[in-house]
């Protein structure tokens, strides 16, 4: 059975970095979309970014120009880089991906992994 795990979370200061890893593992036949996820508490799980198998992406308006979303096919693994992280950045930040398998098309998520940033 294929499975995503995050790697990465931590606490910083605001105005610092993090770097987000999300490897998928298992027999995977095709990996398609990858994306973040996040979800602070008491808010409902939202879109940070998503990398299409080519590569393209697209972002959340309150990322743009301050996380970039990347993906290495060859190792199955998707990053996030984070920069000038603010408070509203605190969540839990989950992977995504639509992985083939034996069973078909599986939407898959990772276990999550927190990001915490102090002001």
């Known amino acids: 059975q294929v499975q995503l795990v995050e790697s990465g979370g931590g606490l910083v200061q605001a105005g610092g970095s993090l770097a987000l890893s999300c490897r998928a593992s298992?027999?995977?036949?095709?990996?398609?979309?990858m994306g973040w996820y996040r979800q602070a508490p008491g808010k409902q799980r939202e879109l940070v970014a998503t990398?299409?198998?080519?590569?393209?992406?697209d972002y959340a308006d309150s990322v743009k120009g301050r996380f970039t979303v990347s993906r290495d096919n060859a190792k199955t693994t998707a990053y996030l880089q984070m920069n000038s992280l603010g408070p509203e950045d605190t969540a839990a930040y989950y992977c995504?991906?639509?992985?083939?398998?034996?069973?078909?098309?599986?939407?898959?998520w990772g276990q999550g992994t927190q990001v915490t940033v102090s002001s």
């Open positions: 995504n991906a639509w992985i083939r398998d034996s069973r078909g098309l599986v939407d898959t």
């Open positions: 990398i299409g198998s080519e590569g393209s992406t």
């Open positions: 298992g027999r995977i036949l095709s990996l398609y979309n």
